[in-house]
């Protein structure tokens, strides 16, 4: 098990809805290390901060070894944690206004707004709570005005028959989106975030986590064992003549694994993914990409 301060470390931020997932990590580490039960309540506790880890350790499940008892007594100290999450409109207008007032500089920021963009939406649109009209409408409208002129050009240009009174689909914003921010490319990408694997068992790489490049592809190689933390993947892999990087893991890999980001006060960014083959959902932290040094 990672110690309490390193950096893989499980986090728990205080809120009921992030309890589960930081349950279910601990769990899945505890397996996965054959932790007996009192050890994995053990080692639950001393991952927690002070506040939690005070209130936490007064449990009376706390010093047993029925660990699915301590979890229940956890988790109705949290109310609402046994919920799943749910979204309103306002939660929607709310990321629109805050992103409205940002400038969209390159594709891994427009990739983590859209998922957070249609992680609400796709809550919505079941519930009859918005339509796909207003979606489009609002997604359009939630850029600054220097970045929706340039998107209302390149969409112009590219869907000529496009009629007026209708807004611009969302799929068609975010292909004009990758268009225009193709520029900053993954070699000179500032904000890049790298996590750490391991292929077929033998190479460890830090992998970039970046959507929507375009580079020319050599071929295909088929069901690549990736090891990301303790979890494999079998990966369709994009083979490249030339790269400044060892490899890069674009959007269809962060939508298959429903990749969410998690930004905290001290700066770290860690990113939950969820097995598609297991169903596992784990979290591991990222850190900024560093580029290679010129050497004359």
């Known amino acids: 098990m990672p110690a309490p301060r390193d950096r893989s470390a499980p986090k728990f931020d205080g809120h009921p809805l992030s309890l589960k997932r930081f349950l279910d990590e601990i769990d899945t580490l505890g397996n996965t290390c054959q932790l007996a039960l009192e050890e994995k309540i053990q080692h639950t506790i001393h991952y927690l901060e002070w506040k939690e880890y005070k209130t936490w350790r007064s449990c009376p499940t706390a010093s047993g070894q029925d660990w699915d008892a301590f979890k229940q007594d956890i988790i109705a100290l949290y109310p609402g944690a046994n919920e799943d999450q749910k979204y309103t409109l306002v939660d929607l207008e709310v ?67 496009h009629p007026l009174h209708k807004p611009w689909p969302i799929k068609d914003i975010r292909t004009a989106a990758n268009f225009l921010l193709v520029a900053n490319s993954a070699s000179n990408e500032p904000n890049l975030r790298t996590i750490p694997l391991v292929l077929n068992e033998q190479v460890m790489v830090d992998a970039i986590l970046d959507e929507g490049s375009q580079i020319t592809m050599l071929g295909l190689l088929r069901d690549l064992p990736v090891r990301i933390g303790w979890n494999m993947f079998y990966l369709q892999v994009q083979v490249v003549e030339n790269s400044s ?31 598609p083959n297991t169903n596992d959902t784990f979290t591991i932290p990222t850190k900024p990409r560093v580029c290679p040094s010129l050497g004359f």
């Open 95 to 161: 990321l629109a206004n805050k992103q409205a007032r940002e400038s969209m500089n390159s594709r891994y920021q427009f990739g983590e707004y859209y998922r957070n963009f249609i992680t609400i939406t796709d809550w919505l649109l079941p519930k009859g709570e918005i339509s796909r009209r207003e979606r489009d409408q609002i997604f359009f409208s939630s850029f600054n005005t220097g970045f929706r002129e340039k998107l209302a050009t390149r969409l112009t240009l590219k869907h000529l028959d």
């Open 245 to 275: 990087y060892e490899m890069l893991l674009g959007q269809p890999f962060l939508t298959l694994t429903k990749a969410c980001t998690h930004h905290y006060t001290t700066g770290d960014l860690h990113i939950t993914l969820c097995n």
